[in-house]
């Protein structure tokens, strides 16, 4: 990779005390400048002013076998996340979303309590450099060093000050790159560049993707990718026990010492500088490849503002009209989330009122995306796949598309019978379908593409990355593509970028239809997906289950949503207009009235989240009838989304 501009934008202050006294004890702390102002952090709420402050030997040593140094930070500010000499009592594996953590950070939302304390945060920083220790085997004269990230959200500071204590306690380096997307921080473990402290042994990301405001959570990668549910597990069971130490006076170990440092660096502005080379690559090495090209790009106030000044500008684009470029945690314009139909308006009405040629959405993490055409046509969802697929089976004819479960049955259709490819509709969740497609390839059947209707996509040749940039990359490149895309330099530069692989696959498209005099705006885009028959209506209606209701009988709402969903397939067995989904790896999903519904567990929520497409609404209505009878008598669900539904109008 190519040297960056900003380097390293700073040294956070690291007193390395190498020879401590006999007792593991609390220093007292000088606070020094964060020096913020080195590091361009897209201003807005998070571009911190203020002083920063670090406490690091606060805590005993974690995990006695590996630590070999102790280290003092000195940053200023917020308050040390130890010194807690009584702490809650806390069910880490609840902790566990799939594979990511994920809880609350900010107190106030009514029966939502902080589960991400500043111990519980430091005690998983912990957890994972144990883990990584682990993991690498590394003998202990080389510290590992661990990239660490986070999005827009008002409780990134405390958290990304207290796990980094929790690394740094436990003697590994921390790298800290301020405000970055996901895809990036995996990235991180892939890049050889010392000048960005690069590789990273490990990665973590701060986010709770497209959550709400209080919410937050984590990441991790390491150069084999994100982890997966069991090493969560793993981490949060060691973060129980090193939290359970927290206290322990015992754990002292006089003969340790420190020497790990926290360092600032500006890793995005190199990484979206490797966009653009990617991008320029396989348009033929032309320097502005979207010139003449207005695209509007919508952050919803996360961490995906970037994209705009960073990538596509360089490139020759227009993006003025380009909203909620600015980070801001409490999203004030709308959810940031593909998938959220405020947020799709959002970008449309930018991309009319701008005359543009494309718009750019991207959830809080830029691990999802979507676009909307110059007419104002949305890629959202199963058009999105639809138009992936299309350009993935251009490449690869045949290959297998694995999709999550709510994907529509003319989709299908539109893989199999218009693009010759094989549809695979497994589960929800980014990481099954990449999972499920790394299966298939490992039995013989291949797959080049997994992807989610939430904007979620991971290609092959990106190393099954999830990474909704890069997606965008490929609609630019399909652009572009007629005269001066070259499939074998994407291929090797996409090796090389892991991250927006996706974004900038989109913008390759885009780029080459203009280079080449074919209609204006994105109509290669739009003629990608002709053909693909969309039902007249689309909802998705959740059903949340009151996990304090006495319904539940000191049962887990999966429990519950289970017993739901036996009861539902019971019903629909006893109707003969309804037929069961012959192959289906999760809920429930029936086709009848010319559609079909789908009601199963979201991943994280207790919540059913219910999928319902239809030829006309009246054959919707009688779907959700099914469901509504089905679960009327549980009484700790909230039905009143699917009653209004199905209310005579
Ligand atoms: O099951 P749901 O509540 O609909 O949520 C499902 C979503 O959960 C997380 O956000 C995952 O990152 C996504 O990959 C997944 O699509």
């Not at 999802?368 to 004819?397: C, K, M, Q, W, Y």
């Not at 989610?452 to 990106?462: M, Q, Y």
Request: charged fraction near 20%; charge should be negative; glycine fraction near 8%.
């Amino acid at each position: 990779m190519a040297a960056m501009s900003g380097k390293i934008a700073q040294n956070v202050i690291v007193a390395q005390n190498r020879q401590l006294g006999s007792q593991y004890r609390r220093e007292s702390h000088r606070p020094v400048p964060f020096m913020s102002n080195l590091l361009p952090i897209h201003g807005g709420k998070l571009a911190w002013t203020c002083l920063f402050s670090m406490k690091l030997p606060s805590l005993p040593i974690y995990q006695s076998g590996f630590v070999s140094r102790r280290t003092t930070i000195n940053c200023n500010a917020a308050s040390s996340a130890t010194a807690v000499p009584n702490l809650e009592k806390v069910d880490f594996l609840k902790l566990q979303n799939g594979s990511d953590i994920r809880g609350v950070a900010i107190a106030g939302v009514e029966g939502e309590p902080v589960s991400l304390t500043k111990p519980v945060t430091e005690a998983i920083g912990a957890a994972f450099a144990a883990w990584l220790l682990e993991k690498k085997k590394t003998d202990a004269s080389q510290p590992l060093r661990i990239s660490i990230g986070h999005d827009s959200r008002i409780s990134a500071p405390v958290l990304l000050d207290a796990v980094s204590q929790g690394v740094a306690g436990a003697g590994l380096d921390v790298i800290q790159f301020g405000l970055a997307s996901t895809p990036a921080m995996f990235n991180s473990t892939l890049t050889e560049d010392e000048t960005v402290l690069c590789p990273a042994d490990g990665a973590i990301m701060i986010t709770a993707s497209h959550l709400p405001y209080n919410r937050n959570g984590f990441k991790f990668f390491t150069n084999g990718g994100g982890l997966g549910k069991p090493d969560i597990k793993d981490i949060l069971e060691r973060a129980a026990d090193i939290y359970s130490k927290f206290t322990d006076e015992g754990l002292i170990d006089s003969k340790r010492q420190a020497s790990a440092s926290v360092k600032r660096v500006d890793y995005m502005t190199l990484y979206a500088s490797d966009l653009v080379k990617a991008v320029r690559k396989a348009a033929g090495n032309i320097e502005k490849p979207l010139e003449g090209f207005h695209i509007v790009v919508d952050a919803g106030n996360g961490a995906g503002g970037f994209f705009a000044a960073k990538v596509l500008e360089p490139l020759g684009a227009n993006t003025s009209g380009s909203q909620f470029l600015e980070p801001d945690g409490l999203f004030p314009n709308h959810i940031p989330n593909p998938e959220d139909k405020a947020a799709m308006e959002a970008i449309t009405q930018a991309v009319l009122d701008n005359n543009a040629d494309l718009g750019i959405i991207f959830d809080t993490d830029v691990d999802r995306s979507a676009a909307v055409d110059a007419t104002g046509r949305e890629f959202n969802r199963n058009r999105l796949i639809a138009l992936t697929s299309a350009i993935v089976l251009e490449e690869h004819p045949g290959t297998t598309i694995v999709t999550d479960s709510v994907t529509s049955d003319e989709l299908t259709t539109f893989i199999e019978k218009k693009l010759g490819g094989k549809h695979h509709r497994f589960k929800r969740g980014y990481k099954n379908v990449i999972d499920e497609a790394i299966r298939l390839n490992s039995i013989g059947e291949e797959s080049h593409l997994a992807i989610e209707t939430s904007g979620h996509g991971a290609l092959k040749e990106n190393n099954w990355l999830d990474d909704g940039a890069y997606l965008m990359v490929l609609v630019v490149q399909t652009l572009c593509s007629n005269l001066l895309f070259h499939f074998s330099s994407l291929l090797e530069l996409s090796l090389t970028f892991l991250f927006h692989h996706l974004q900038v696959k989109l913008l390759n498209k885009l780029a080459s239809a203009r280079t080449s005099g074919i209609g204006g705006g994105s109509k290669v885009l739009t003629d990608l997906v002709e053909g693909l028959r969309e039902p007249a209506v689309a909802v998705e209606l959740r059903l949340k289950i009151d996990q304090n209701h006495p319904d539940l009988k000191g049962g887990s709402f999966r429990e519950y949503g289970e017993a739901v969903l036996k009861h539902l397939e019971n019903l629909v067995t006893l109707d003969p207009k309804l037929q069961k989904a012959p192959v289906n790896y999760e809920g429930v999903r029936v086709s009848g009235h010319g559609g079909w519904f789908l009601l199963r567990l979201s991943l994280h929520d207790p919540v059913l989240p219910l999928n319902i497409e239809a030829p006309s609404n009246e054959d919707a209505v009688k779907l959700g009838l099914t469901v509504a009878s089905a679960v009327k008598e549980f009484h700790a669900l909230d039905t009143s989304a699917l009653d209004k539904f199905v209310q005579p109008s």
